[in-house]
């Protein structure tokens, strides 16, 4: 299967916004529930969001509640993520992920497909 590919990230100030975008085979997009991790230097990667197959449930870790959105476009094959209200914690490398189970995604522990990642670095 083709390996996601995101894009959408860049330098910002402290409150500012990125959009994150994840391109990915229709076939992920068929099944998976999608979602973003993100890792910095010396530390595992951390879960951020998640979506179902249908969009019906988002989760999302509490450090980012009320500032980032996920959302997903099956007909275009396309998963954003929206950070808005930015912090310099949220600097990292963010990474698209799917998964057929929203539990194993929720987790991290059953991973299907990761993308390269995009590296989002917010300035103080």
């Known amino acids: 299967q083709v390996q996601p590919v995101e894009s959408g990230g860049g330098l910002v100030q402290a409150g500012g916004s990125l959009r994150l975008s994840c391109a990915a085979s229709a076939r992920l997009f068929s099944r998976y529930s999608l979602g973003w991790f993100r890792q910095t230097p010396g530390k595992e990667r951390e879960f951020v969001a998640a979506?179902?197959?249908?969009?019906?449930?988002?989760t999302y870790i509490d450090s980012v509640k009320g500032r980032f959105t996920i959302a997903r476009d099956n007909a275009k094959n396309t998963l954003w993520l929206q950070m808005n209200s930015l912090k310099p914690e949220d600097t990292a490398v963010y990474y698209c992920a799917a998964a057929i189970s929203f539990a194993s995604l929720r987790a991290g522990d059953i991973i299907d497909s990761w993308g390269k990642g995009t590296l989002v670095t917010v300035s103080s």
């Open positions: 979506i179902s197959w249908s969009g019906g449930t988002i």
